[in-house]
């Protein structure tokens, strides 16, 4: 959550509290802000992705298991890579393959 003045917000619109509005980062790319609060003349942005802090259920469907002993697990994000040795488990990349050993 970041406080911001009201004048630094689009002109012409009426500001209302849930009201989703496009941020410009930096770099260019954009990603909504939610208006959280008014406060007099200071709007309160949440930045927060709209799935944050709700739990997700998936369901899956399992294609294949192969029998090929995996030695490590690395995240699906190659700009943030995790690597967990001796897991049983493997996650590869771009495809997202994943295999799991008992």
Same mark, same amino acid.
Do not use: Y
């Given at each position: 959550?970041?406080? #911001?003045?009201?004048?630094?917000?689009?002109?012409?619109?009426?500001? !209302? %509290?849930?009201?989703?509005?496009? *941020?410009? @980062? =930096?770099?260019?790319?954009?990603?909504?802000?939610?208006?959280?609060?008014?406060?007099?003349?200071?709007?309160?942005?949440? #930045?927060?992705?709209?799935?944050?802090?709700?739990?997700?259920?998936? !369901? %899956?469907?399992?294609?294949?298991? *192969?029998? @090929? =002993?995996?030695?490590?697990?690395?995240?699906?994000?190659?700009?943030?890579?995790?690597?967990?040795?001796?897991?049983?488990?493997?996650?590869?990349?771009?495809?997202?393959?994943?295999?799991?050993?008992?």
């Amino acid at each position: 959550f970041k406080e #911001f003045p009201k004048s630094s917000m689009p002109s012409g619109t009426e500001l !209302k %509290v849930g009201m989703v509005l496009q *941020a410009q @980062a =930096p770099d260019g790319n954009s990603f909504p802000a939610v208006i959280s609060q008014i406060k007099g003349d200071k709007v309160v942005l949440d #930045f927060n992705h709209p799935l944050a802090g709700k739990e997700l259920n998936f !369901k %899956v469907k399992i294609l294949d298991i *192969a029998n @090929a =002993p995996p030695t490590h697990a690395t995240s699906v994000a190659p700009e943030n890579p995790v690597t967990t040795p001796d897991t049983g488990m493997s996650v590869t990349t771009p495809k997202i393959n994943i295999s799991v050993t008992p």
